[in-house]
């Protein structure tokens, strides 16, 4: 594990553990606030993020900058990583051994964040830091707690430009999540 920021992020530049290095244009380490009480994990970058080395930039991330503003929370406050921070060919879902490959690095960045509250943005990110037992389906809306962090799992934004209906939900959780980060925040 990593004490500080610096050393993390050049072990990730230099990260050859699975083979969705060979491929990337650029690793996408996180963005935002490396001390928030929020934070977001989302799945794998996109061909946009992989361009820009920032998640949740293209469509869907456009789509989640829009309910942040609708509900009041601001995009640079929080801090928003993936479970792999490779881009998947075709923006498939990261296979196992892909995302067992980059845990430990978002462990390391949970531990630097120290958040109160994490999102888990899809069924990725929920199976993979709750556990295979957990369904998006069943867990959306639903708060754990486990060692002292509050987890929400939600809809992944791109779930929402297939499936209009989920944007409601979507919605409802995250306006959970701001009430619950104005009550750690008294």
């Not at 998947?88 to 430990?104: F, V």
Request: with cysteine.
């Amino acid at each position: 594990m990593y004490d500080n920021w610096e050393e993390l992020e050049n072990s990730i530049a230099r990260c050859r553990r699975c083979k969705l290095c060979s491929n990337r244009t650029n690793i996408v380490f996180g963005d935002g606030n490396k001390q928030a009480k929020l934070m977001f994990i989302g799945e794998g970058p996109g061909a946009d993020e992989d361009l820009q080395a920032i998640p949740f930039v293209g469509k869907a991330g456009k789509l989640m900058n829009m309910a942040f503003d609708g509900i009041g929370i601001v995009r640079s406050s929080v801090y928003i990583a993936n479970i792999v921070k490779c881009r998947p060919p075709s923006n498939r879902n990261p296979e196992e051994d892909e995302a067992i490959a980059c845990l430990n690095y978002l462990r390391n960045q949970v531990m630097l964040v120290k958040p109160k509250i994490i999102v888990l943005l899809g069924s990725v990110a929920l199976k993979n830091i709750l556990g295979k037992e957990y369904g998006i389906t069943a867990s959306r809306g639903k708060w754990v707690e486990q060692k002292g962090i509050m987890y929400m799992p939600t809809w992944h934004p791109a779930a929402l430009l297939r499936d209009e209906n989920k944007k409601i939900e979507f919605w409802k959780d995250l306006k959970m999540v701001k009430g619950r980060l104005e009550e750690i925040s008294k």
